[in-house]
């Protein structure tokens, strides 16, 4: 898939067929446009993290740590961390003000390889596999109400999963302020789906049900392993927090609404997932927690009754944002790195009409379709933590390298340089756990990301392709562009 158009000619002449198609369309600027505002950017990240996690399984935390107090305390201590990371993601974020995230400071940082690996990480394990099964828990749960009294068949399941995807997709590629919109009313419906379970849980509070409260920590298990695997359980219940990062490009004024988008919205995240476990053992004890396959749709279940069932809709609906957040995301990450010769450069080229990356949007539905397609998705989901505990990483050397390799770059934005290293101590720590907790699953990911070696090699190293696969290459290029009607975009020295 890593292969580039062999040489020079062929760009330009590719190029100029697409400026041509462009101009006779009446097209001055060919270029993302700068259309999301900082509460369109808070949105968005809330959006993201909070998925299906907190309504149906929040106990990898309290299976570990044993108690509803130390539970709650672990909560806190992950949305902390998670918040410091985010933080040190908006140092970056400023001081290299560019869309692609982490793959733009890795190259800044190492070079084009290391850079190379970190999208073909995000590429080939990370999107794929964390749409297509966000796309499978929506289709389950917006069918859950129809299927009472058995499962929901798996024709069914798929058939809604791959609808849900391409409804989705579409709307990325025809406007990004509806995707954003989208976006926003997602948020909204998941934050009252929570706000309505702290209400009854504090109301049930109010009556006098602090049964689970009292003695909060009796039977805490304080081990240092119980407590690493509990974090690890919690750190990635906030996942999502970097994805606002890939669109720094359409970010107005990401000086100051990238760092201000990600405190807000971190603060937002974990005060609500700790007031909303305060709610769940307000209602459910510790066992009924730990028996439960949807914990929210459990608690609508003793507190609601008849209306329960809207339970299950509000969960599917909230995992809806979360894929909406990470198309929208990840396909500026895979635009940027085309961009840079690292994917087909047809990746890299934007709709002359909406003005959207509509190539790498389809190549995340295509790519989704085919991980939905596998019937162990859910241990595809397990390769994640160690493709994701990778690139973090390397994200936070990169940033301690940077403060020696380039100290005099401006930084809007600049953290003391102990709490880099402390994170990137935290995350060689959260990779080596995952090695051993999922070997199987980490070697698998290791083979993965090895295949993408060749590929570099092939695809960007080998510049003089023989005329036969350049010419191949070219006409394939110009054939997507004709269907697809999209072309480069406009650099900013030709636009002034």
């Known amino acids: 898939m890593v292969i580039q158009n062999g040489d020079a000619t062929r760009n330009r002449a590719a190029d100029a067929s697409s400026a041509s198609l462009a101009s006779s369309n ?31 399984s929040p106990v990898g935390i309290l299976q570990n740590v044993k108690s509803v107090g130390m539970s709650c305390v ?56 964390c749409v297509a099964a966000s796309c499978l828990i929506f289709a389950t749960y917006i069918l859950r109400p ?20 391409v409804f989705l997709i579409l709307v990325n590629c025809v406007n990004v302020k509806w995707a954003t919109k989208i976006q926003v009313v997602i948020t909204a419906s998941k934050l009252l789906a929570l706000f309505l379970i702290i209400v009854i849980g504090f109301v049930s509070m109010g009556q006098g049900n602090v049964e689970n409260f009292n003695k909060a920590f009796d039977g805490s298990d304080f ?25 720094t490009d359409e970010l107005i004024d990401p000086h100051r609404n990238l760092p201000l988008a990600i405190i807000i919205s971190m603060t937002i995240v974990t005060l609500v997932y700790l007031v909303a476990n305060i709610a769940y053992f307000s ?37 809806m944002g979360s894929m909406n957040g990470t198309c929208l995301s990840m396909s500026r990450l895979f635009f940027v790195g085309a961009r840079n010769s690292h994917l087909p450069n047809i990746i890299s080229m934007i709709n002359y009409k909406y003005l959207t990356p509509a190539p790498s949007l389809l190549t995340i539905l295509i790519l989704t379709l085919v991980m939905q397609s596998f019937e162990e998705i859910f241990f595809l989901i397990e390769m994640m933590g160690f493709g994701f505990a990778i690139v973090l ?22 953290l003391p340089i102990i709490l880099p290293i402390f994170l990137l101590a935290i995350s060689l720590l959260i990779l080596v756990l995952t090695c051993l907790q999922k070997p199987a699953e980490s070697l698998l990911a290791v083979i993965l990301i090895l295949a993408g070696v060749p590929l570099y090699l092939i695809g960007v190293l080998w510049r003089s392709k023989p005329r036969e696969i350049s010419d191949l290459i070219h006409q394939v290029t ?10 480069p975009q406009e650099k900013s020295k030709e636009l002034k």
């Open 478 to 487: 110009c054939f997507i562009q004709k269907i697809l009607l999209v072309v």
């Open 26 to 56: 009446n097209v001055t600027v060919v270029q993302l446009k700068k259309q999301i505002n900082l509460f369109h950017a808070v949105c968005i990240i809330v959006g993201i993290i909070i998925g299906s996690g907190i309504f149906v």
């Open 393 to 414: 990483t390397c994200v936070f050397a990169g940033q301690i390298y940077l403060r020696f390799k380039e100290p005099d770059i401006p930084r809007p934005i600049k």
């Open 74 to 129: 672990m909560w806190a201590v992950c949305g902390v961390f998670s918040a410091l990371c985010a933080l040190c993601y908006a140092e970056l974020g400023v001081t290299i003000p560019e869309s692609g995230g982490e793959y733009t400071y890795i190259k800044r940082a190492f070079g084009d390889f290391p850079a190379f690996l970190a999208m073909w990480i995000n590429f080939i394990i990370i999107c794929p596999v």
């Open 283 to 319: 209602v459910l004890t510790p066992m009924e927690m730990l028996r439960s396959s949807a914990v929210a749709v459990t608690f609508a279940e003793q507190t609601v009754g008849v209306i329960a069932w809207i339970m299950p809709v509000l969960i599917a609906i909230s995992v």
């Open 223 to 247: 081990s240092a392993g119980a407590i690493a695997i509990s974090f690890y359980s919690g750190f990635w219940a906030f996942g999502g927090w970097s994805y606002l990062n890939f669109l």
């Open 146 to 165: 129809f299927f009472l009294d058995c499962d929901p068949p798996v024709t069914s399941i798929r058939l809604i999963a791959a609808l849900v995807i």
